[in-house]
């Protein structure tokens, strides 16, 4: 081909080098308008005096994050967003885990089971939030209606008699809406193993947990991990479980990070600070996930 | 290779996540800009040319009727003035505070805003003295005290579009049953949830109380108010740790804690205490004069009456009043263009089509015209126009009010936790007073 015809090869490989990045180019550009900018705009915000009109009104150097970290509310509120994280994705990992084990098994009805996992997660979080809220109200709760139609209890018990239990209340409803995906990213795991693994395993007289932890675990490793990392990156940002059923409400008890800046930037006028916030947010966030991926990549070539 | 693009891939994700949660507070690059959308900016109004001059207004959304209302008023001005093109975008209160400082931020600020707030607008020197788009003529129709709520530095920035007050609500058949009169005073109020309790056993809440973000601050109001307490005194500095304060605090949480209220305040929102009363499950609660259409609205059957706010001891009787206004931004208008402005403004403030927009979302008026148009409708509002006539209002004008807001109910939710309530208030008051 080459020496066939000389004067085309230039045109032919500049034609394409060039012709990936046309392909990519679209989402090159998307991604540079709604994903960068704004980004870079919220670093701008975080180092600009703003006012509570949105007028950016010049350099604010450190000021902004210096004002949120002198904030007594702010170390609450980053110690509730770590345990809001902790605990929803590591036991939404376990118990999609389970799941997925269960699902993966052979039985009768299995298809519809596997739908059913779905729902949780098919539906609006806004609309999950407010089923969870509506559930454990005091007065018109279907927990306590149900309880009481069933003769457990007599009279009306209060689920959520401080900050703490509404907050734990939160935690359950962010697992529960969290399990179908952590399920089903391992379910694809589970399914891509190859059987004939368990079989040598059975004949060498392998016990059910033994296959499980040498087997298995090693095996869904990967797919558990990025489950894992996106879960970090999505729980950690969530934001309408915890604006729908408390607003961060009492003093800020149940704020995370996210529900907290929204109520700077938009119940207090304080733009600079929400950014600051975000930026914050932003850093621990890259930091987790990055350390995370590179262990647990390393551990896996290992 | 592959964990390098593993963890670029990460990254992205990351970085992509975070500029979806951050993008609500970044109005600049892509915060929708407006519900109608593309209409041109203020700034390019075509006066020069001869052709004709728009008039941009941004108007709150107060309930289902609005829009349409708007989309009558403007084609009706729009057929009445030739040379005038108004266009009205109505944006829901949820986004109005965004699609606002977006607009502000991009240089194309609304000539005119119908919201509650003006203070921020007007401390960023956006906006315009009433004095200079308000026609005399539609000046004289205000009630004075309304025009005072939006006085800073001695000028009037914004002009009042209507009102709503507070006051007590009471169910008649749960106090008739009881056997109680209705509470006037604190320690009858006191009593009379004592005896109501005591009564159902517990199955009705007494006491209707809001301590939550949406609107904490106005049960905080209620109860300083009628203590003979405020947020500023008369020279306006903030007296948030006075004494009478203090007790008014402490006298709402006690009755809380006394278990006299609904389970959750600070959870519990008028909305949701609005629901059990309708339904009987409140028996009293201090709300705005548009509870009857919510009731309605809400399919109650709920046989209440209204009475007015208890106060601790001798104190006179004090309603919360809320007020929104319409306000003018200074997009730098020819003659012509503020004489447009004008127009639409008189239009609107019109003693019929003003009637009209009273009557239409349950709300009060804010000039005597329409009040007395009200008044004839309706013979019971009467006495809601005497009562907002005589209501206290935020002190919205001032500069740090938005702290003040969420400062109280941080307050109020601290000393249901069992917080002091002097060492709170001391810590709020230093905090803004400085």
Known sequence: MKKNSPKKAPKNSLARTIEPYIWIAPSVILMAIFIVIPIGYVFYMSVSEISKAGLVKGFAGLENFSKVLGSSKFSLVLKNTVVWTIMVVVLSTVLGFILALLLNNKFKGRKIARAIVVFPWATTLVIQASAWKFIIDTDYGALNTLLKSLGIIGANVNWTPTPEAFFAWEIACGIFVTIPFVCFTALSGLQSIDSSYYEAATVDGATYFQQLFNITLPLVKPSLTVATVLNIIYVFNSFPIVWTITKGDPASRTDTLVTYLYKLAFYNGKQGEAAAVSVIGFLILLVCASVYMVSTLKKGDE | ?434
Not at chain 2, 56 to 68: R, S
């Open chain 2, 1 to 434: 290779m592959k964990k390098l693009i593993a963890l670029l891939l990460a990254l992205v994700m990351v970085l992509g996540l975070v500029a979806c949660g951050s993008g609500n507070e970044t109005p600049a690059t892509d915060a929708p800009v407006s519900d109608a959308g593309n209409e041109t900016p203020a700034t390019d109004a075509p006066a020069a040319s001869g052709e004709k001059v728009e008039v941009t207004m941004i108007a709150a959304q107060y309930g289902t009727q609005t829009a349409d209302w708007w989309a009558n008023f403007v084609s009706e001005f729009n057929a009445a003035n030739e040379n005038i093109n108004l266009v009205v975008d109505v944006v829901s209160w949820n986004d109005i505070y965004t699609v606002v400082n977006t607009r502000i931020a991009n240089g194309e600020a609304p000539d005119l805003l119908n919201i509650d707030v003006f203070a921020d607008y007007q401390a960023d020197g956006l906006l315009l003295p009433a004095s200079e788009w308000v026609s005399e003529e539609t000046y004289a129709k205000f009630y004075p005290a309304f025009l005072e709520q939006s006085v800073v530095d001695d000028v009037v920035w914004a002009v009042p579009d209507l009102a709503s007050a507070r006051a007590l609500y009471y169910n008649v058949d749960i106090l008739n049953e009881v056997g109680v009169e209705v509470p006037t005073t604190w320690d009858e109020l006191t009593d009379v949830c004592q005896k109501i309790y005591d009564y159902y056993g517990g199955e009705v809440y007494p006491w209707g109380v809001d301590m939550t973000t949406d609107e904490g601050q106005a049960c905080f109001a209620y109860y300083i108010w009628n203590n003979g307490g405020d947020f500023t005194d008369a020279e306006g500095n903030w007296t948030l740790n006075s004494a009478e304060n203090v007790e008014a605090i402490e006298y709402i949480i006690g009755l809380v804690n006394a278990g006299l209220t609904n389970s959750d305040p600070a959870n519990e929102t008028r909305y949701d205490n609005q629901d059990m009363f309708g339904a009987g499950k409140v028996a009293m609660m201090i709300g705005p004069n548009s509870i009857p259409t919510y009731c309605s609205v809400g399919g109650y059957d709920v046989n209440y009456a209204v009475a007015s706010i208890p106060v601790n001891g001798d104190n006179a009787s004090v309603s919360a009043g809320v007020m929104d206004r319409i306000m003018c931004f200074d997009n730098g208008y020819t003659d012509e263009e503020l004489a447009a402005v004008t127009a639409v403004v008189d239009a609107f403030y019109d003693d019929e089509p003003y009637s009209e927009w009273v009557l239409m979302e349950d709300f009060l008026p804010a000039t005597s015209a329409g009040g007395e148009a009200m008044a004839a409708a309706n013979p019971e509002s009467a006495a809601w126009i005497e009562i907002v006539g005589s209501a206290k209002f935020y002190p919205t004008a001032k500069a740090e009010w938005a702290d003040v807001k969420q400062g109280v109910i941080d307050v109020l939710q601290q000393a249901l936790l069992g917080e002091d309530v002097q060492t709170l208030l001391d810590d709020l008051q230093a905090e803004i007073a400085g």
